[in-house]
């Protein structure tokens, strides 16, 4: 049986010492109920997440939301699991891997944030023509093995009749994060890369963007709030609240335009320019990145698990009513 989550045998210092906490709301949090969320990773891939925080939706519902960012769904996994967070955002197969590996206290999705993958594949020079074929013989810079990027990346190459083991070279010997620089510095003909890596390729002029991972591999639920079914039975009332701020957040960046979006979470991404956010936000808008309604879509569960057992990584299917509930994103919507 693969073991997905070594650190959950991690101590509670080291696990501590692993998140990386964004800064409070500037509000009287009194009278509010606290939470901590811990998000796999800080990206505009989760505007409305950032938009429910600088908007004080959250506040809006009696809550005292601290974000802390994990770097991996292992971490958010064991930050969940030791009771260093209540609530996790981390790609849904965490929790699959979890309930397959029998982790008593059943880690449960109780929304839905992204319904396409994040990733872009960028190659050296502009192909408007391109297609998945052109990538036979190359050498593509990709992700983890049994990381989500890597294996929707796979499954694409799959569906278009693209053996990813004799057909091209993917390399995953660079850490997550450091491809981006790699390729500048000459390795590659392609690589595989999330947002505000792609963007600031093409402005460098080093990289142009040819293909979305998001569209070519359909609806997945990419990415999910979730908690243990312990913390939902004590703290229903949590969750609803947490719910409905997130619906609202979903709500604002699907009626405003990326100008307006990319400005409220602007103190997020002090890093970037509002230039490049705004850019990135319309990207994720153009591939309908963001559900309109949090409820978590059986059909993507399913597919979700086809790219698990395309790539070798899923000991067994897992019912969808094992491990999704509905009630709070429904009563949100």
Known sequence: MKKHFPVFFLSASLLLSSLTPISAQAANTSDLKPVTLS???HSIFYA????AYEQGYFIDEGLDVTITTAFGADKVMAALLSDSAQIGLMGCESTIYAYNEGVTD???????????????????EAMPDFQWEDLKGQTVLGGR????????????????G??????????QSIDFGSTGAAF???LGDFTVEFEPSATALEKEGVGYVVASLGIDSGYVPYTSYCCKSSYLDAHSDVVQKFTN?????????????PEETASVIAPQFSEND???ITTIVNRYLIQDTWKPSLIFDPDHFSTLQDILESAGELTSRVPYDALIVTDYADQAS
């Open 39 to 41: 998000e796999v990773a």
């Open 48 to 51: 409305p997440q950032y938009v």
């Open 106 to 124: 059943t880690v449960l999705n109780f929304a839905q944030l992204t319904q396409r993958a994040g990733n872009f594949l960028i190659a050296r």
């Open 145 to 160: 093995k049994g990381g989500m990027p890597e294996m929707v990346f796979e499954y694409i190459l799959k569906e278009q």
């Open 162 to 171: 693209i053996d990813p083991v004799n057909d091209l070279t993917i390399d």
């Open 184 to 186: 500048t510095g000459g």
């Open 245 to 257: 701020a997130l619906q609202k957040g979903v709500d604002y960046v699907l009626t405003h335009t």
């Open 274 to 276: 509002l230039e490049t």
